[in-house]
């Protein structure tokens, strides 16, 4: 599978770690004021406070070790520094182009190497509406390097990334926060699970500002004895038996389909318009020549076999009304019913995503690309799951 096409120009970012006492820190001095190249330069030994003492941590433990994660992670500044550099490059990406960051703590073990690490990770999981990634984030730690002739050769893997890249760093999976990176070590400390929960929090509300791309709150709905005008018809996607003229319950039938806010396990009885499909594949027969949707009522309408989630058929006929109604395609709906249906985790990320949908229409919200939403959380699942690799 070739990753390097997957995403139409993600802005890459090489994240050099080390050490200002240390060989590499000397090259890395050297090199960032005698090359014109485009570096930032972190100052993590004025920012943060060297860990290695009252944490005892070993010498040369990195980002690898769950002590080390926990010694900067409690920090008070930590959580605040990540989240402001993560603002800080989505500028950096409008404006095109790579980003270099020289980021240098005491022995680039500690601060350098976790501050890194969490930024590599924070940076990979935002996406935009289309659900294209908006950054291809890499770490080059130096803190193993002791020879210059080494040392060169990372750093400059670290500026050919920036311009030819060759490969693509996969999406980070929010769905589940027990995933993450960092998540079980810092369960061991009250601080360092608050600024994990911080990073995350800021991360996650610029993915959900991105990929909805939200539009003004909707206007007051109209008062029952003047339903709004109906929608324009989306793709559909339930089934059953060819729709019958009616006029005469056109009323019925326009006033059953009127909006509510529904709990995901709580579908609303209303009357659905829909028309016949003679495969997996939605057909509308005559559409130019079709009457307006009220002009019809429902008769016998079925849902496909893919709606189902093993567990409550009162659920999968909720999501997939609300599916219907939100234009979403059928394509990205079998995508969500299929995640459902492969396990429990799956399950619990399918869920998240029809939460976020709810809860956006109780808000009043709309989600501008909803089929684009549905089929980047699913990818995202899968990616960080190991499928297709």
């Not at 022995?107 to 190497?113: D, N, P, V």
């Not at 760093?169 to 369960?187: G, K």
């Not at 020549?289 to 909720?318: F, G, L, R």
Request: proline letters at 8%; a negative charge; glycine letters at 6%.
């Amino acid at each position: 599978m070739v990753l390097t096409g997957a995403f139409p120009k993600p802005h890459n970012v090489a994240i050099v770690t080390s050490g200002w006492d240390s060989v590499a820190g000397e090259y890395m001095r050297k090199r960032v004021t005698n090359r014109n190249e485009p570096w930032e330069h972190v100052a993590l030994y004025d920012l943060l406070t060297d860990p290695s003492r009252n944490e005892q941590l070993k010498h040369g433990s990195d980002c690898s070790d769950p002590l080390t994660i926990v010694a900067v992670y409690v920090q008070q500044d930590f959580a605040e520094l990540v989240c402001t550099h993560v603002t800080d490059l989505l500028g950096a990406h409008q404006a095109g182009g790579g980003t270099l960051i020289d980021a240098q703590c005491k022995s680039g073990c500690h601060r350098a190497s976790t501050y890194g690490e969490t930024l590599k990770v924070a940076l990979n999981a935002i996406t935009d509406s289309d659900g294209n990634k908006l950054f291809n984030a890499q770490t080059f730690p130096l803190h193993r390097h002791t020879h210059p002739p080494s040392i060169a050769q990372q750093v400059n893997m670290a500026v050919k990334w920036t311009t030819a890249p060759w490969g693509m760093t996969p999406l980070t999976n929010t769905f589940d926060p027990t995933a993450l990176w960092a998540y079980e070590a810092c369960l061991a400390r009250p601080a360092s699970m608050s600024n994990f929960n911080i990073i995350w929090d800021h991360v996650i509300g610029i993915c959900e500002r991105l990929q909805s791309e939200l539009l003004p709150h909707a206007p007051p709905a109209a008062p029952p004895q003047t339903p709004p005008a109906p929608p324009p018809p989306p793709a559909p996607v339930r089934v059953g038996k060819k729709m019958k003229r009616d006029s005469a319950s056109s009323s019925h039938s326009h006033a059953s389909a009127g909006s509510s806010t529904r709990a995901p396990s709580a579908p609303a009885g209303r009357v659905f318009k829909s028309v016949k499909r003679e495969s997996d594949e939605a057909i509308d027969e005559t559409h130019a020549q079709s009457p307006s949707p009220h002009q019809y009522e429902a008769t016998d309408i079925m849902y496909p076999a893919w709606v189902n989630i093993d567990c409550d058929v009162d659920i999968a006929i909720a999501w997939a009304d609300e599916l219907y109604e939100q234009h979403i395609d059928a394509s990205a709906q079998k995508e969500l019913f299929s995640l459902a249906q492969s396990s429990p985790a799956g399950r619990n990320a399918a869920y998240s995503l029809m939460t976020k949908i709810f809860k956006k229409e109780s808000e009043g919200k709309v989600i501008r690309k909803p089929s684009a939403f549905i089929h980047t959380g699913v990818m995202n699942y899968w990616d960080k799951a190991g499928w297709g690799s």
